[in-house]
């Protein structure tokens, strides 16, 4: 039986998932960043790695036939299909300090780590999660440049599960920059046998 999961905007949940169901994320209004994160079930000391992914798909983008890499090198996604392409694998989880940091308004502001640390039951002091839909614009002289998502309306990117995992995904909270096209929306997941 699918499962489906409403994320509204500026909020996060947590599954648990199968070695391989299908995991479809899904931008609902398009131009929306889901920040997906996960960790190995019964063991949260080993989780998503977007450093190791980079590593081992020898690679800053994420495509197809792509795998996401936990910190102990083990597969815990592929990648079966993408309507997207652009996907951001650099930036850590938006947090208060960096709303202070960029527009002076951190306290209170919701927060992607807050939302995947309150769905995971757990508090990391820093969270790189896959920014599905983020377009990040990287310069010849290594200049990094968020520009708004590409994603329209219904857009997915869709996982086959390499392990059994915990998932944390959060709709994210940036509407003051190109991040999410200036406005936060909704996230859909679906999880199928």
Do not use: W
């Not at 997906?36 to 998503?48: I, K, S, T, V």
């Not at 989880?93 to 209170?108: Q, V």
């Not at 999410?180 to 996230?187: D, F």
Request: hydrophobic share 40%; aromatic share 6%.
């Amino acid at each position: 039986m699918d499962r489906e999961y409403l994320i509204g905007p500026c909020a996060g949940i947590a599954a648990e998932i199968l070695k391989g169901q299908i995991v479809t994320v899904i931008d609902v209004e398009g131009g929306q960043v889901a920040d997906f994160f996960a960790e190995m079930a019964g063991n949260p000391d080993e989780f998503l790695s977007t450093g190791v992914t980079i590593d081992c798909n020898e690679s800053l983008r994420l495509g197809v036939g792509d795998t996401v890499y936990s910190n102990l090198y083990r597969p815990m996604f592929r990648v079966l299909s993408d309507d997207v392409g652009e996907h951001d694998l650099l930036h850590p989880c938006c947090r208060p300090e960096m709303y202070d940091f960029f527009y002076r308004n951190g306290n209170g502001h919701p927060n992607c780590l807050d939302n995947i640390n309150a769905a995971l039951k757990k508090v990391r002091p820093i969270v790189h999660p896959v920014n599905l839909f983020m377009h990040t614009k990287i310069g010849e002289n290594g200049k990094i440049t968020v520009l708004p998502p590409v994603s329209k309306a219904g857009d997915q990117i869709v996982f086959r599960a390499e392990a059994d995992v915990r998932i944390a995904v959060a709709a994210c909270s940036v509407s003051e920059s190109a991040c999410n096209g200036g406005r936060c929306t909704p996230i859909k997941i679906i999880v199928r046998d």
